[in-house]
């Protein structure tokens, strides 16, 4: 890490490089964006499969739909909507986080909330409840 000093204004900033030797700000007190989009993506992956599992349960229909493939069954639907719910809500934050720091209790609690729902909606007793078998 290094110092930059502005001559006019007489002000510090911390600074790293980067591994192509372009200065990027030093982080304190939270993440880079794009670790805090990386993580908050993961739960929302997480619960975007819940809601799946939940949805297949509810609707024969969707479930019916979410089987892309024969010897998997509507499983193979809920992984790929589970798998693109993570990238497109990484892509999103990424690019809407990437020159942030972010703190780490916001990201945290975020990911935590959305892989706890994740994981909630998937337990057999919670989405037969919730769907009225």
């Not at 110092?3 to 030797?21: C, F, K």
């Not at 007190?29 to 993506?41: E, L, N, P, S, T």
């Not at 019916?64 to 639907?77: D, I, K, R, Y």
């Not at 798998?83 to 945290?108: C, D, F, G, N, Q």
Request: proline share 5%; glycine share 12%; hydrophobic share 50%.
């Amino acid at each position: 890490m290094a110092t930059i000093e502005d001559g006019a204004a007489s002000t510090r900033t911390n600074v790293s490089h980067a591994d192509d030797g372009r200065q990027q700000p030093a982080v304190q007190g939270g993440w880079q964006g794009g670790v805090a989009a990386a993580f908050m993506a993961s739960g929302i992956g997480s619960a975007a499969f819940g809601a799946t599992v939940l949805a297949a349960e509810a609707s024969e229909p969707i479930k019916h739909a979410l089987a892309l493939l024969q010897g998997v069954g509507p499983l193979s639907g809920k992984a790929v909507v589970g798998s693109a719910a993570y990238l497109v809500a990484w892509l999103i934050l990424h690019l809407a986080l990437r020159r942030r720091t972010v703190p780490v209790p916001v990201t945290l609690w975020v990911t935590v909330a959305t892989l706890a729902l994740g994981f909630t909606l998937t337990f057999p007793p919670i989405f037969q409840s919730l769907s009225g078998q």
